[in-house]
């Protein structure tokens, strides 16, 4: 399976930005897909999840109702709107799938595929 995160760039705060991941090499639509972010010094971090059909996604309370989460299974595509951006936002963003999961939202340790990352730099 391969992650192609893009998107990503130099935004003021209170603007917006939209991440995509393409993926390719398998089925796409039958793994949630996540985005996660490290920014610098710091541990990776969940940001959203969305469930192979589109229909629940689960959000971390630091983004919740400024981020949405969504894909395109024609495509093979996630994307991360992000609005409202501050600068505690700015991080590299990577997105995820895995295999298999016991229960939504899927446990970070079940995303076994990653993308390469984006850099989203939100400035004050």
């Known amino acids: 399976v391969q992650l192609q995160a893009s998107g990503g760039g130099l935004v003021q705060a209170g603007g917006s930005l939209r991440l995509s991941c393409a993926a390719s090499?398998?089925?796409?639509?039958?793994?949630?897909m996540g985005w996660f972010r490290q920014a610098p010094g710091k541990e990776r971090e969940f940001v959203a999840a969305i469930s192979w059909s589109g229909g629940s996604t689960y959000y971390a309370d630091s983004v919740q109702g400024r981020f949405t989460i969504s894909r395109d299974n024609a495509k093979n595509t996630v994307y991360l709107q992000m609005n409202s951006l501050k600068p505690e936002d700015t991080a590299v963003y990577y997105c995820?799938?895995?295999?298999?999961?016991?229960?939504?939202?899927?446990?970070?340790?079940?995303?076994?595929?990653w993308g390469q990352g984006t850099q989203v730099t939100v400035s004050s």
């Open positions: 995820a799938t895995g295999l298999d999961y016991e229960l939504w939202p899927p446990q970070p340790n079940e995303y076994i595929y």
């Open positions: 090499g398998r089925t796409f639509s039958s793994f949630p």
